[in-house]
């Protein structure tokens, strides 16, 4: 499938490098294809622990990359020709993630406007051990902090109220 450009890789207002709408992009359109190496659920994991480890707190670079394909296999998008590994996170996107045809595309759920940042929920799910390590910089008006998939937000806030309540006990 040939998808006309809309976009180019920019410094990025969230965090590091970003994609920028280069024009006008309508509700529904297929922007850009996440690609990379398949590798399997294991290779995959070995990969994201990797990369986590040592690039968690980096400016510049982002930590993990591998995206989930299906229940076998997983994508490692950190090759340099993907360039949709530059589509930060965002508490209120702007985009959302397809799986189609063993292909994983970012389309846009919104009109985009020229010169918007592209940004999607990364669906991390909630974790108590280690929701910290991933703090969000969107920018939002409802940004949490962290990020969090917006489906777990709600655990995130049990949790949270759960502290609180036991600090102020």
């Known amino acids: 499938m040939l998808v006309k450009k809309m976009w180019k890789v920019s410094k990025s207002k969230v965090h590091g490098k970003g ?3 280069t ?3 309508k509700k529904n359109t297929k922007i850009i294809q996440y690609i990379g190496e398949k590798v399997t659920k294991k290779e995959g994991d070995k990969r994201s622990e990797e990369r986590l480890n040592k690039y968690l707190n980096s400016e510049i670079t982002g930590s993990v990359y591998i995206f989930e394909l299906n229940n076998k296999y997983d994508i490692d998008g950190s090759v340099l020709y993907n360039k949709a590994r530059y589509i930060n996170h965002s508490c209120e996107p702007n985009c959302e993630v397809d799986i189609t045809n063993e292909e994983i595309w970012i389309s846009s759920i919104k009109k985009i406007k ?3 940042e592209l940004s999607y929920d990364y669906g991390y799910e909630f974790n108590k051990n280690d929701f910290r390590d991933h703090i969000c910089r969107c920018g939002a008006k409802e940004c949490i902090g962290f ?4 489906d777990d937000w709600k655990k995130y806030k049990k949790y949270m109220n ?3 309540n036991k600090r102020n006990n």
């Not at 990020?147 to 917006?150: A, C, D, G, L, T």
């Open 19 to 21: 994609i920028i709408a």
């Open 23 to 25: 024009e006008d992009i």
């Open 147 to 150: 990020i969090i998939s917006s």
């Open 162 to 164: 759960k502290i609180i």
């Open 114 to 116: 020229k010169g918007d």
